[in-house]
């Protein structure tokens, strides 16, 4: 089962998707459509921040259905790592099939070929202040940003582009969940993947 959790940037897609994790371990595998940002290491440092993340064509999504198609297909996969601090490609690394699949990203149901792919859709919705406040706390420390460039690039590229591609999106969710730390959604999910390892058993 393919469940995709899409979501502004600063929703709580990575919360909600690392609490079903920890619920269920080594039955789930996360596949983070960050991972196929494109490669930019021809270019300085500072031409990569002026680069515009938030649109689709900022990711290499064709190669994120045809994973999708091999890992439901039962084959392994080579999964690009990206590494935000640099905004490059950091190698790639060896993953294998799981009845439980999560995809995770801004623009995960922006493509229709990706959509057809997944069984549930999920939307995590968040207030516009609350995600960038979040987000200026959490790209400080973890992803190597000042505070300048965040607030440069929410207003460039961020707001107009999540106002473009990512909430229109919302309209293709079978669930539109108030934000990442929300017990009830957590609970319909598991429920939902219990069910369906159990089809195994
Ligand atoms: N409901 C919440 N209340 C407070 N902080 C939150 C909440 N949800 C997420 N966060 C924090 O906000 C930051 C962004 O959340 P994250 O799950 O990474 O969002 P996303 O993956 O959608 O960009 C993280 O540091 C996370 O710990
Ligand atoms: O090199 C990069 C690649 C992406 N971004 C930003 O990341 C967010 C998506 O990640 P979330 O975890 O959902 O916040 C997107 O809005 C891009 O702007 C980046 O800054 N640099």
């Known amino acids: 089962m393919i469940i995709g959790i899409a979501g502004g940037s600063g929703s709580g897609k990575t919360t ?16 983070r459509h960050d991972d196929y940002y494109k490669d930019h290491s021809n270019l300085s440092f500072e031409e990569k921040k002026h680069i515009n993340y938030d649109h689709p064509d900022a990711l290499e999504t064709n190669l994120l259905v045809e994973h999708v198609k091999q890992l439901k297909d039962g084959q392994p996969i080579e999964k690009p790592l990206y590494d935000f601090s640099t905004h490059d490609r950091k190698g790639s690394e060896m993953i294998f099939p799981k009845k439980i699949i999560i995809l995770e990203g801004i623009l995960i149901l922006e493509s229709k070929a990706l959509r057809n792919l997944i069984d549930i859709k999920v939307y995590v919705d968040a207030a516009s202040d609350e995600r960038i406040l979040r987000r ?7 992803r190597g940003r000042t505070l300048e460039d965040i607030c440069d690039q929410y207003l460039k590229t961020v707001r107009p582009m ?22 009830m959604a957590l609970e319909l999910i598991r429920t939902k993947i219990e069910s369906v390892l159990q089809e195994e058993v």
């Open 136 to 142: 200026i706390l959490r790209d400080t420390k973890k």
């Open 162 to 183: 999540h106002e473009k591609y990512v909430e229109p999106t919302r309209k293709y969710a079978d669930i539109i969940i108030n934000g990442g730390m929300n017990k």
């Open 16 to 31: 909600f998707t690392n609490a079903i994790k920890e619920m269920f371990k080594e039955d789930v595998l996360i596949i």
